[in-house]
């Protein structure tokens, strides 16, 4: 689609701010590819500027430290699978009936959390335990217990089936324990099925 | 009692490596003692080393730093609640039903959990989850699960159990959230009756 639009919309931000965005975007496109191709560990910030074709200068002056542009990574992946979750395909998206939702949910969450985990640890300080993170994932599976019909304290219950889904939670379960993905992620399964279940069924 | 052994027992440690062990345990007393009286905060090496009429250089020999000293008291008391576990009194210790134990067990591991989470902060990378002690609880519920007949993959359904009695998920309800700490406790028990109860409870 071309954009007509010569001024800016209403709310919407100047086109100086529409431009630095556009670079912060470019510049947050090109560090997650070297993550994609490389790993982590392999992103510094010279890479970063070598693969958007600008100087060093530019990616310290976005995101100050590699710390920072590890943070600003793993909030990207959370924002795109976030809209996943609001307004993509079921059975993880609406659509599909609430207790699919909330399977496709605990897997969907455990696969991103594990990817996301290395971003976490290499954001430091700045990628510590999200409370925005937590709190969308709080509220979508407290939701999806309401749509369930589920009788009690539905906080606490969704803070029971978020609470396995942590990183170093998961990573106690596949990296110390050796538990084959599958096998956590059909224990989550059961797990969810048993604090739904209503009881007397 | 009176100690008339004068040879080392056995298998026992030397009467030097005692002696060691005596002073490193009235240090630790010391330290424990500021701990209860004036919070984790409040505890230096200066302190403690004041209150076991020592000087500050044994303290810094025995624990290297205070992050060191502070391990070495979230093990202590680690220590000490895996024993009340493990041979104190029922419904915590061996003699309630399963069921009983292992909700005393939840109760107890909450507040155990919150008391040590500034020692484990003031710990710093010495106090970093200790696999020693969630492998403790890890066989603790697990062999709670079994005695209760539960069927499915107990080790996963354990860690869905334990996963809410980390630090940064209770500190979620707890401080965040602001759920009152009964409320949390609550919302456990109600959590381990739904793991436990067979499907056509």
Same mark, same amino acid.
Request: glycine share 8%; charged share 20%.
């Given at each position: 689609?071309?954009? &007509? ?158 609470? &396995? ?37």
């Amino acid at each position: 689609m071309s954009d &007509p639009v010569l001024l800016p919309l209403l709310g919407g931000p100047p086109p100086e701010r529409r431009d630095a965005a556009r670079n912060r975007e470019a510049l947050l496109v090109a560090a997650q590819e070297l993550v994609d191709s490389c790993g982590v560990d392999h992103v510094t910030m010279e890479a970063v500027a070598a693969r958007a074709g600008v100087g060093k200068g530019t990616v310290f002056r976005r995101f100050e430290s590699r710390e920072g542009l590890m943070a600003a990574l793993l909030d990207r992946s959370e924002t795109v699978w976030q809209a996943a979750v609001i307004s993509g395909p079921p059975p993880l998206g609406p659509g599909a009936d609430p207790m699919e939702r909330l399977l496709a949910f605990g897997r969907s969450r455990l696969t991103t959390t594990m990817r996301h985990a290395e971003l976490i640890r290499a954001a430091g300080r700045a990628g510590s335990r999200s409370y925005a993170a937590w709190s969308f994932t709080a509220m979508h599976v407290r939701y999806l217990l309401g749509e369930l019909h589920v009788a009690g304290d539905l906080p606490i219950l969704a803070t029971a089936l978020l609470a &396995p889904l942590e990183v170093p939670v998961l990573e106690q379960q596949l990296s110390v324990e050796a538990f084959p993905l599958e096998r956590v992620a059909a224990g989550w399964e059961d797990l969810a099925r048993r604090v739904v279940r209503p009881p007397g069924a």
